[in-house]
């Protein structure tokens, strides 16, 4: 098996596809309407990431809002350097919630986005 996807609900599509790839540097790789069941699936990614992997953004035509919960923790992504990103994530509006330095504890650098539903994006400073 492989990893392909991790499906989160949005309430607003477009703002969401706005986040994913104005300010996360994401593409919009799918577009997929199912009008018999009343909702829109967008796959956004990395091009340039050879294991393709995908959030796939559901939007139900007929929810507006979801009970976020207390358990979902997040998606992570990988960055060449998360300082130099967290500068332009808020130059273009982003939410950082938590900024880079070291993870407490360790000596990883982490940081953490929230996306336009409030979903938690974790950034890890990667070895370029
Ligand atoms: C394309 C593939 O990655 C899918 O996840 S499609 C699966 C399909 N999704 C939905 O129906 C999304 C809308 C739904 N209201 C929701 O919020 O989950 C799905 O789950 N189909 C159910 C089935 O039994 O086929
Ligand atoms: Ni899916």
Known sequence: MKFLH????VTDLDTSIAFY???????????????????????????????GTTIELTY???TDQYDMGTAFGHIALGVDDIYAACDKIKTLGGNVTREPGPVKGGTTHIAFVKDP???????????A
Request: aromatic share 12%; proline share 4%; glycine share 6%.
């Open 6 to 9: 991790t499906m989160i609900r």
């Open 117 to 127: 539903d409030g979903y938690q994006i974790e950034l890890i400073q990667t070895d």
């Open 21 to 51: 790839t104005d300010v996360l540097g994401m593409s919009l790789l799918e577009r997929v309407e199912n009008p018999e069941y009343r909702y829109t699936l967008v796959f956004v990614g990395y091009e340039n990431d050879p294991s």
């Open 60 to 62: 139900n035509w007929d």
